[in-house]
């Protein structure tokens, strides 16, 4: 089991490594060379940036899912760092990242890797009973029974990266901090997870102007950097969709146990309310390197380079309950999230197609939550347990959303 008090240089495999939240760890990585070094790093297509991170964390072994990338990254290096090339392992295709992912190397494995993809990777690195710093939601929102019966199994422990995660986790017991995946939050007197959103870039327009969005407008978000996939779904809050299922999870949480209220200053990342009354709440500024760091250092903590808020400076706390007509992909999210797993999955690979198609412009942006809708309600059955019924429901969604987008360019 990981141990943070150990004087030894702890190993991290970075999966994501090119992502916004891959730039965070790395910032961390930076910050603390005297306690952790980087065992392997795994992107999708970023060779340039691939390399950079090669030349200067020496990683023995990197990963690119995309074949070609990861040839493009071994001519890089033989052209440029021949005796690095020497020294560094590169991987390619998802067989390769899985291989990276599972080699039982690294102390923890940080999972950054957006959507579905990251789900194999993660269900490889639990079986080493590595510590799992868990930033990709949809592993839990396409595995989540499975993905937790697991890690007890290989004795893997499981720390939420999502700000809101962290958040509510940080306002748990230390009791339940240690028991992610099997919380008894009634017993320790838990009323309600208040789980926070901005609401996004257009929770103040006109709905009738989410008709005129455009990819651009979208990935706009007011407070969050982050990449374009999760941007869009900051807007239509399926990522508080998600994260509502998550939470669920992550911390036994029953649907009435869980609410998802809007909070636009992003401050306060999510609360806990208790039956006394009582209401626990982590704030701190909207910096992914504050979460990044608990997971890596618990039950320590650390500087992550990140500054304390000035009360002072801050004008107003507000919140508000979120609207159906304004986001319906959250309702169709927590709606899925009664009728098991096959739904999640189902949900999460429509949005995925629906977001993908948005981002090319074939799909409207009032046109994801449709392709979700008509999805869900073309998938019969709820129980998705085994890896291989999971990925035939994703498959079975993904062609079920594909066609319905289709349909709008027809």
């Known amino acids: ?105 690294a102390d923890m494995v940080i999972g950054a890797i957006v959507g579905a993809a990251g789900l194999k990777p993660l269900l490889a690195a639990i079986k080493t009973g590595c510590r799992i710093c868990l930033a990709n939601k949809e592993a839990l929102v ?74 651009a407008m979208a990935i706009n978000h007011p407070v969050w950097s982050m990449g374009p996939k999760i941007s869009v779904d900051s807007a239509t809050m399926m990522n508080k969709a998600l994260e509502y299922i998550e939470a669920r999870y992550l911390f036994n949480a029953s649907k009435e146990q869980v609410k998802v209220i809007i909070h636009p200053q992003s401050v306060i990342h999510s609360m806990v309310s208790y039956v006394d009354g009582a209401i626990m709440a982590q704030i701190g500024q909207p910096d992914m390197k504050t979460p990044i760091a608990l997971a890596m250092s618990y039950p320590q903590r650390m500087t992550a380079g990140v500054e304390a808020l000035d009360f002072t400076k801050i004008s107003a706390l507000t919140f508000r309950e979120p609207q159906k007509d304004r986001y319906p992909c959250l309702f169709l999210g927590m709606e899925a999230s009664l009728c098991g797993q096959a739904m999640t999955t189902a949900l999460n690979a429509a949005n995925e197609v629906a977001v993908a198609s948005f981002l090319n412009e074939s799909l409207p942006f009032v046109g994801i939550a449709k392709v979700v809708d008509h999805v869900l309600n073309s998938i019969s059955g709820s129980s998705a347990y085994e890896l291989e019924e999971i990925l035939a429901i994703d498959a079975q969604a993904r062609t079920l959303a594909q066609n319905f987008v289709a349909s709008f360019k027809s």
Do not use: W
């Open 142 to 215: 396409m595995s989540g029974q499975l993905f937790f019966d697991m890690a007890k199994r290989y004795g893997a422990q499981v720390l939420p990266v999502d700000s809101e995660h962290s958040a509510i986790f940080q306002c748990l017991p230390a009791s339940e901090q240690l028991k992610m995946g099997s919380c008894d939050l009634a017993a320790v007197g838990v009323r309600e997870i208040l789980l926070t959103g901005s609401g996004g870039p257009f929770r103040d327009c006109q709905l009738s102007e989410l008709d005129k969005v455009t990819p």
């Open 1 to 105: 089991m990981f141990d943070a008090n150990e004087k030894s240089l702890k190993k991290v495999t970075l999966l994501g490594a090119t992502g916004s939240i891959g730039d965070a760890s790395c910032s961390l990585l930076r910050l603390h060379k005297d306690q952790y070094e980087v065992h392997g790093l795994a992107a999708a297509t970023n060779a340039h940036k691939m390399y950079d991170l090669i030349c200067e964390f020496q990683p023995k072994r990197v990963a690119l899912f995309d074949e070609h990338a990861a040839k493009e990254l071994k001519d890089i290096l033989n052209n440029g760092q021949s005796a690095l090339a020497s020294k560094v392992e590169v991987l390619s295709g998802e067989q390769g990242v899985i291989e990276l992912s599972g080699d039982g190397q």
